[in-house]
């Protein structure tokens, strides 16, 4: 196994595979990183996209552009809240209708939010972030892993994470808190502890993912710092805080279009037995476990997770 190299060269048109016969899930597909994603992959010739999200007007419009310029391609919006677990469960399992998935990507997300709960009583980051997606992937599961048991299969399960993560709490997932319907309302940077919590939940859950199931290769990928609705539509403080970080950071914006890449990158040029199972990658197709802290990378914790995980899905 060979470690993949940065690509700042990196140009999506010329270097992704063609795509014949495989079907992508893409959730919060009609904005932001998820639709660029859609929009980079549908000319290389998937069977069918799925995408999700709440707003069909975006949704609509998204697949009239796409099935425009590439008419074979199929493409399925299914609208779901990912502030109530059971509004996804019933929206996934109606609306996903093939007898394979080959890449699923968890791109939906929320970041800075303020101290509140979920329609299910989580805090609303901790929910969205990584509990929808949990459950998007156990409905999936059973699909990922027959896929995966075919011949020449190369089944993948991408998690949009961030370097965000550092600000977890110093317990990595406050657990106690999650259980007890807290908004974990903290001072000063609250919204941003709460943000690296639920961004160090997808690490640790796909790396967990890996141990578990070795046949479907499990990545977190941070996209970089994107200009998208995540950031614009912030508080001015909180752009602020995000625009004094990336400038002493050295950091610069990336496109829509560019935020896209790295899990683009890792879901369809790198090759299986180029990436680590599990690994955490930075853009363009970095497997980088050196940007990871302790925390990120305590196995004990991601089956903690885990199991937290399951126990709070099989509610629904």
């Known amino acids: 196994m060979k470690n993949i190299q940065a690509r700042a060269d990196f140009d999506p048109a010329k270097e992704v595979p063609s795509l014949e016969g495989k079907v992508l899930f893409i959730t919060g597909g009609t904005a932001g990183i998820g639709a660029e994603t859609a929009r980079t992959l549908a000319p290389h010739g998937p069977s069918h996209i799925y995408i999700t999200g709440r707003n069909r007007k975006a949704a609509d419009t998204l697949i009239g552009e796409i099935q425009g310029g590439h008419a074979s391609v199929g493409m399925t919006f299914i609208e779901v809240d990912f502030t109530s677990l059971a509004s996804v469960k019933e929206g996934v399992q109606k609306g996903f209708k093939h007898e394979r998935l080959d890449v699923l990507m968890c791109t939906a997300g929320v970041m800075a939010q303020p101290a509140v709960l979920s329609k299910d009583g989580y805090e609303i980051q901790f929910a969205i972030n990584h509990l929808a997606h949990a459950m998007v992937i156990d409905i999936l599961l059973p699909t990922l892993l027959r896929t995966a048991r075919a011949p020449s299969s190369d089944v993948r399960i991408l998690s949009t994470t961030s370097m965000g993560y550092g600000f977890h709490p110093n317990n990595g997932i406050s657990f106690a808190e999650l ?117 990120a990378t305590d196995v004990n914790l991601a089956g903690k997770l885990f199991k937290w995980t399951q126990d709070v899905l099989q509610k629904f």
Request: net charge positive; aromatic share 14%; hydrophobic share 35%.
């Open 179 to 295: 259980d007890s319907r807290n908004p974990m309302s903290r001072f000063m940077l609250g919204a941003w502890v709460r943000y690296g919590h639920s961004k160090l939940a997808n690490i640790l859950y796909p790396a967990e993912l890996a141990r578990r199931y070795p046949e479907i290769t499990s990545l977190s990928i941070h996209p970089g710092v994107v200009g998208t609705d995540l950031v614009y539509n912030q508080h001015w403080q909180t752009r602020w805080f995000i625009h004094i970080t990336c400038w002493l950071s050295g950091l610069k914006y990336l496109t829509p279009h560019q935020g896209c890449w790295n899990q683009v990158y890792c879901a369809t040029v790198a090759k299986k037995e180029e990436l680590v199972n599990g690994g955490f990658y930075y853009p363009v197709g970095l497997h980088a476990p050196d940007k990871l802290d302790k925390t």
